[in-house]
């Protein structure tokens, strides 16, 4: 009797144990690798990311807003996201820029979110390297020129 008691003793506390519910972050974790929304935190060090990737320096991003529906000009396959963007930041020439309203499309690439467009507030795409990610069957050429500043 006494071990019958001590069993059923040991399986209660293993249940109450086991029962603890915890607080469900927006993006989950499937093994090693977040997945769903990226969180704001992550969206700012993403965009930073990116815009440093385009020759941006010291960027601040001021306000970060989830837009309702990704822009007709991002060409996406899977699930993504489309943040609105307020930064000041200094270029590539040195001045300091204060751009308001560009909109960003962000995606999980192998867990880590990944701008993979993004656009100023006249609906003109903005480069980078992160860009590249998108699946362009018909790249347009490139005729920018390209601008090398020589290290100091």
Known sequence: MKRVFFLFAISMVLVGCSSKTEPQPSATV????????????????????????????????????????????SKVEGEAWAYQVSMECT????????NDGWTVV????????VVLSCFDRDM??????????????????????????PNP
Not at 106 to 113: A, D, I, N, Y
Not at 124 to 149: C, F, M, R, W
């Open 30 to 73: 499937t093994s090693g690798m977040k997945t769903g929304k990226p969180d704001a935190d992550e969206a700012r060090q993403c965009v930073a990311s990116f815009l440093a990737d385009c020759g941006y320096s010291h960027v601040e991003i001021r306000n970060l807003q989830d837009q309702p529906n990704l822009p007709s000009e």
């Open 124 to 149: 003109k795409k903005v480069s980078g390297e992160s860009a590249q990610l998108t699946s362009n069957t018909n790249p347009e050429p490139d005729t920018t020129p390209t601008l090398v500043i």
């Open 106 to 113: 962000v995606q999980r690439k192998e867990g880590r979110p």
């Open 91 to 98: 270029d590539i020439l040195g001045g300091r820029r204060q």
